[in-house]
């Protein structure tokens, strides 16, 4: 079974942290470029941070110094740490397997950020 799925989404107030884990199955994990989106209402879909097989990272201008994505191959999962969370993040989170062109995405968390 392929299978991509995100968790750890909720409700924050503003300078609050969230963790954000991306399960993959069925794929060989280590083999596939991971990414996070993020759509706020009435934007279009961002780039949020990448991680490639050879360990390294990327950032939007917009969350770097504060986000934090990394990845564990033995449990088949990407990670999302996200501090000092501002009302601006507010969106849905979706992760992005890739391989060869190929994306897989899951179905997306919802991070609020809100007093």
Same mark, same amino acid.
């Given at each position: 079974?392929?299978?991509?799925?995100?968790?750890?989404?909720?409700?924050?107030?503003?300078?609050?942290?969230? =963790?954000?884990?991306?399960?993959?199955?069925?794929?060989?994990?280590?083999?596939?470029?991971?990414?996070?989106? =993020?759509?706020?209402?009435?934007?279009?879909?961002?780039?949020?941070?990448?991680?490639?097989?050879?360990?390294?990272?990327?950032?939007?201008?917009?969350?770097?110094?504060?986000?934090?994505?990394? =990845?564990?191959?033995?449990?088949?999962?990407?990670?999302?740490?996200?501090?000092?969370?501002?009302?601006?993040?507010?969106?849905?989170?979706?992760?992005?397997?890739?391989?060869?062109?190929?994306?897989?995405?899951?179905?997306?968390?919802?991070?609020?950020?809100?007093?």
């Amino acid at each position: 079974q392929v299978q991509v799925a995100e968790s750890g989404g909720g409700l924050v107030q503003p300078g609050g942290s969230l =963790r954000l884990s991306c399960a993959a199955s069925g794929i060989m994990f280590r083999t596939y470029v991971m990414s996070w989106f =993020r759509r706020a209402p009435g934007k279009e879909r961002e780039l949020v941070a990448t991680a490639s097989t050879g360990g390294t990272t990327s950032y939007a201008d917009s969350v770097k110094d504060r986000f934090t994505i990394s =990845r564990d191959n033995a449990k088949n999962t990407v990670y999302l740490q996200m501090n000092s969370l501002k009302p601006e993040d507010t969106a849905v989170y979706y992760c992005k397997a890739v391989r060869s062109g190929v994306g897989l995405w899951g179905q997306g968390t919802q991070v609020t950020v809100s007093s």
